[in-house]
C-alpha cells in the first residue's frame, strides 16, 4: 500500500485559484470515486473538505472544488484567502489495503 | 452531531501494547451509516489510516499494520478501540478517530498524542 503522491508545497497570492493534486494508480485513485481531500491547520485535527471526488460537505466554501482525471485526483481552492493556509491531505479508497493517504501539501498564501 | 474523543496512555514503553479508546457522543455507534476509523500521525508527518471496524465487529486494517493491530466495538458504551503491540518509536504519533460516511472521514476527534519511550 503506497501512499498517493501530492506536491510537498504550494503557493498562491490572495484572491488567486491554486490546484493540489493527487496521484495514484488504477488501484485506487483511478478505479474509484472515493477520493476526499482534508485540511489541516497546526495543531489541530484534520477537517474533510471533499468527498466522493467532488462533493462538498454541509459548511464548506464553494471556494473549494474536487475532481479527477485518470490516475489523478485534483483540489481546487479559488479566491485564495489566507485562512486557507494548511496542510492538504487527499485519501482514496484502494480496495484490497482500504484507505490511502497522500504525503500532503503545504499551502502557502503569500 | 456526532463528538469523538480519544483517551488512554500518553506513554508507551517499547515492546509493549499501546491501547486507545474513542469514546462517541451525539449518536450511536450501532449505527448502520458508519464504519469507525483509527487514523495517526506522527509529528512532523503526514497522515496513516490504521483500521477500520463496523458496529457489527468487520474489521479492515492497514496491511502495514495488520499483524499487530486490533480494533474492536463496545455497543453497550458507544466506544471502540485500539490496540497496537510491540511497539517502537516509529509509533509515537497523534492517534486520531474518525467516523467513516460515503468514504470521507468526518466528524474527527482532537487526537491524542502517544509517545513510545522508555
Known amino acids: 500500500q503506497s501512499a498517493l503522491t501530492q506536491p510537498a508545497s504550494v503557493s498562491g497570492s490572495p484572491g488567486q485559484s491554486i490546484t493540489i493534486s493527487c496521484t495514484g494508480t488504477s488501484s485506487d485513485v483511478g478505479s474509484y470515486n472515493l477520493v476526499s481531500w482534508y485540511q489541516q491547520h497546526p495543531g489541530k485535527a484534520p477537517k474533510l473538505m471533499i468527498y466522493e471526488g467532488s462533493k462538498r460537505p454541509s459548511g464548506v466554501s464553494n471556494r473549494f472544488s474536487g475532481s479527477k482525471s485518470g490516475n489523478t485526483a485534483s483540489l481546487t481552492i479559488s479566491g485564495l484567502q489566507a485562512e486557507d493556509e494548511a496542510d492538504y491531505y487527499c485519501c482514496s479508497y484502494a480496495g484490497s489495503s482500504p484507505w490511502v493517504f497522500g504525503g500532503g501539501t503545504k499551502l502557502t498564501v503569500l | 452531531q456526532l463528538q469523538l474523543q480519544e483517551s488512554g496512555p500518553g506513554l508507551v514503553k517499547p515492546s509493549e501494547t499501546l491501547s486507545l479508546t474513542c469514546t462517541v457522543s451525539g449518536g450511536s455507534i450501532s449505527s448502520s451509516s458508519y464504519y469507525w476509523g483509527w487514523i495517526r500521525q506522527p509529528p512532523g508527518k503526514g497522515l496513516e489510516w490504521i483500521g477500520s471496524?463496523?458496529?457489527?465487529?468487520?474489521?479492515y486494517y492497514n496491511p502495514s499494520l495488520k499483524s499487530r493491530v486490533t480494533i474492536s466495538v463496545d455497543t453497550s458504551k458507544n466506544q471502540f478501540s485500539l490496540k497496537l503491540s510491540s511497539v517502537t518509536a516509529a509509533d509515537t504519533a497523534v492517534y486520531y478517530c474518525?467516523?467513516?460516511?460515503?468514504?470521507?472521514?468526518?466528524?474527527w476527534g482532537q487526537g491524542t498524542l502517544v509517545t513510545v519511550s522508555s
Open positions: 471496524i463496523y458496529y457489527s465487529g468487520s474489521t
Open positions: 474518525a467516523p467513516m460516511v460515503q468514504g470521507a472521514f468526518d466528524y
